[in-house]
């Protein structure tokens, strides 16, 4: 005897959007700004009073054609740093191979599979050099905001609503979930770990100005503070045949490489 499975899709789909709409609805009740503001102030405290921390870190960078696709670019990298001037940080995808040093007077940037390097003279802290890679050399570092001694300080004033989503997990991990609309163009929303190490498990930063809403999303693994963190010279050994060129003359360092550069 033929059996015919019963057609649950369209039960499913209603379902599913019914209960869409009953968390939509709840969402107002579940916005209490203070206790996210208080929530993103945890973690900043958290993360500024650690003077080694180390983490594993998978990026995706959305970018969205002429045409109106979405398209996702994905890669993975690692980062250790040691308060308040030394960091090391690869990053790892399709179309670069990256690893960048500091040792609190000279950042080294060093592209892999082309055998490129630069240098340039950044004394300071971590947080000089973050502001350094970003305004000047347009190389910023992936969650810089986050790596900063005081993060919420960095954003806060940026922050025109704050909504509490309450929980969700992160590679298994119970998370509070904040979203924050911003002044300028940009909106970010951030998952932190609950107990006694909050610290960001996701973090994804969406492009409001630009048509389809681009975000650029990094989740956060294998995290680690104090001496749990791997020791670190912080020296940047330069390759057997590396060509040096200028920071902002480095190749394809930036997850957007040149094929989907703008076209006139």
């Not at 670019?73 to 040691?82: K, P, V």
């Not at 090391?88 to 055998?115: E, H, M, P, W, Y």
């Not at 050399?137 to 993060?151: G, I, W």
């Amino acid at each position: 005897m033929e059996y015919a499975a019963p057609n649950l899709t369209g039960k499913i789909s209603i379902w599913a959007a019914a209960l869409m709409m009953a968390a939509i609805a709840s969402a107002p009740a579940q916005a209490d700004e203070a206790n996210a503001k208080q929530l993103f102030k945890a973690m900043s405290d958290y993360l500024g009073s650690q003077k080694a921390i180390s983490f594993d870190y998978d990026t995706n960078l959305e970018i969205v054609t002429k045409q109106q696709q979405k398209i996702a670019l994905a890669s993975s990298g690692t980062l250790i740093l040691n308060r308040p001037d030394k960091l090391r940080a690869t990053r790892t995808g399709g179309f670069a191979n990256i690893q960048l040093v500091f040792d609190g007077k000279t950042v080294s940037l060093l592209g892999k599979d082309r055998n490129v390097y630069a240098q340039a003279e950044t004394p300071g802290t971590i947080d000089n050099l973050a502001d350094e890679l970003r305004d000047k050399f347009n190389r910023p570092l992936p969650a810089a905001d986050l790596l900063k001694s005081n993060p919420y300080d960095e954003l806060m004033p940026l922050v025109v609503d704050v909504k509490d989503l309450g929980s969700g997990v992160i590679h298994g991990v119970e998370c509070d979930h904040l979203a924050f609309r911003t002044k300028e163009d940009v909106d970010f929303q951030i998952w932190i770990a609950q107990g006694d190490r909050p610290y960001p498990c996701r973090y994804v930063v969406t492009s409001t100005k630009i048509a389809g809403g681009p975000q650029y999303t990094i989740d956060v693994s294998s995290w680690k503070t104090g001496a749990e963190v791997a020791s670190d010279d912080f020296n940047f050994a330069v390759p057997d045949g590396a060509e040096k060129l200028r920071v902002v003359n480095l190749p394809d360092l930036d997850e957007v490489p040149d094929v989907f550069a703008m076209k006139n």
